[in-house]
């Protein structure tokens, strides 16, 4: 396990405390034991944070003369569509809740066989931009040695596959569980590991654009991150007020500046008012300079561990 990086930071945490918080974030996400091949207790731990550089530093940090200016350069989006309860699109809601019942089946033990490692994805087939069925759900999930592939197969779809559809299960859905037929060997023994590899997952599973900037492993200086959560913030106003169907902002910054060099508003040809109204309520209403986001949105507060996993948008969870 490498952590590496860098940071501006006042607090006193060193080295050995940074390396147990990092076994401690092991352990608890079901590595724990050494059949898995990687294990908390015995991988090894490579720390490489160091100061950032002063040259980024003076862009993002407020001083008395000068407000916080964007952490980087880049463009930025938010998604939102009222297909769904949580304005999120339906594949990804669905691929997020399969995976969580998966991690919930198994440290439940319900079932014993499941190892850490998992991942889904769910095809839905649309109509007139409205999700009409579930055409196919593919989960893949490590499991011990001991369990044949057709036990796998049916107790994921009875455990976790039809409680999650409900009453969107119906019996065509094409199932494809562990389709290469094992799936002993898995978590970072089985391949290499990078925060910020998969920035489709993050977000809204291929719906709306996206700016390439992972959110992972980054504060909220870094627009990649926090304009991405207001971007996301809008759009869902903008959807939930019946102002639009479905609706994408995009935002971009240039590093060290306050303002955004640029924001555009998209509705799809849903809108109930003319986009260009929208894009100026959009203006109005809504401050985003980084030092605002991070504010109106309370994003100096740790509440990023949980996106860690299951997606950073659409849960309706406290905190």
């Known amino acids: 396990m490498a952590v590496a990086g860098e940071v501006t930071s006042k607090a006193n945490f060193g080295k050995e405390e940074q390396e147990k918080l990092v076994r401690k974030t092991i352990r608890e996400i079901g590595y724990d034991n050494s059949d898995l091949l990687f294990d908390a207790d015995s991988c090894e731990v490579m720390m ?28 930025m989006f938010g998604y939102a569509s009222n297909e769904t309860d949580e304005l999120m699109p339906l594949p990804i809601l669905l691929a997020h809740k399969l995976t969580k019942k998966l991690a919930e089946v198994r440290k439940k033990k319900e079932l014993e066989w499941v190892r850490p490692d998992g991942k889904s994805l769910v095809s839905i087939l649309y109509e007139d931009d409205k999700p009409k069925k579930i055409e196919t759900i593919i989960i893949s999930t490590q499991h011990d040695p001991s369990v044949s592939n057709s036990e796998i197969k049916d107790a994921i779809i009875e455990k976790v596959i039809k409680p999650v559809c409900g ?153």
């Open 167 to 319: 009453n969107m299960w119906q019996d065509d859905i094409e199932i494809h569980v562990n389709p290469t037929g094992k799936f002993e060997i898995g978590g970072p023994h089985g391949d290499a590991g990078l925060t910020g590899r998969k920035i489709i997952v993050d977000t809204y599973g291929g719906f709306g654009r996206h700016g390439g900037g992972a959110f992972s492993g980054k504060d909220p200086s870094k627009v990649d991150r926090s304009a991405c959560y207001m971007c996301r913030y809008i759009a869902k106003n903008i959807v939930a007020g019946g102002l639009a169907e479905r609706c994408e902002v995009q935002v971009a910054y240039a590093i060290g500046v306050a303002e955004p060099v640029s924001l555009m508003v998209n509705t799809f040809g849903t809108s109930k008012i003319p986009e260009e109204d929208i894009e100026n309520i959009v203006r109005k209403h809504f401050d985003m300079r980084p030092s605002a986001i991070i504010s109106q949105l309370d994003l100096k507060k740790p509440i990023y561990r949980k996106t860690a996993a299951y997606g950073h948008f659409g849960r309706n969870e406290p905190g």
């Open 48 to 75: 490489r944070l160091h100061s950032q550089s002063p040259d980024i530093s003076q862009g993002v940090t407020a001083t008395d003369d000068k407000e916080q200016g964007a952490g980087d350069q880049g463009l």
